[in-house]
Nanobody
Framework: VQLQASGGGLVQAGGSLRLSCAASGRSLSSYAVGWFRQAPGKEREFAARTSLSGATDYADSVKGRFTVSKDNAKNTVYLQMNNLKPEDTAVYYC???????????????WGQGTQVTVSS
């Protein structure tokens, strides 16, 4: 499966963005999908994930502000980000794998990343 992440941009604190992760080559319904982010000089970290059955899980830092959803008809996973904070600034990546996990090392397929910048 090939993944294409999009939707990043520059937004003021308190604003919203919706990231998209469009898949091709195979249905995302066969995969768990995770969203990860990496700020400059920092390790890649887990943000959110959704399982094959639609279960979701969030990092404490984004819980209540981010929502991950999957549209099987469009073969796309979304990350709705509300009430953005400057500390959310990072490159955001989507990834697909067969294991529903927070560990980014266990995801086999990755999108190219999309930059999110939140100004204060």
């Amino acid at each position: 499966v090939q993944l294409q992440a999009s939707g990043g941009g520059l937004v003021q604190a308190g604003g919203s963005l919706r990231l998209s992760c469009a898949a091709s080559g195979r249905s995302l319904s066969s995969y768990a999908v995770g969203w990860f982010r990496q700020a400059p000089g920092k390790e890649r970290e887990f943000a959110a994930r959704t399982s094959l059955s639609g279960a979701t899980d969030y990092a404490d830092s984004v819980k209540g502000r981010f929502t991950v959803s999957k549209d099987n008809a469009k073969n796309t996973v979304y990350l709705q980000m509300n009430n953005l904070k400057p500390e959310d600034t990072a490159v955001y990546y989507c990834a697909a794998g067969i294991i529903y996990t927070r560990d980014y090392r266990l995801y086999k397929h990755w999108g190219q990343g999309t930059q999110v910048t939140v100004s204060s």
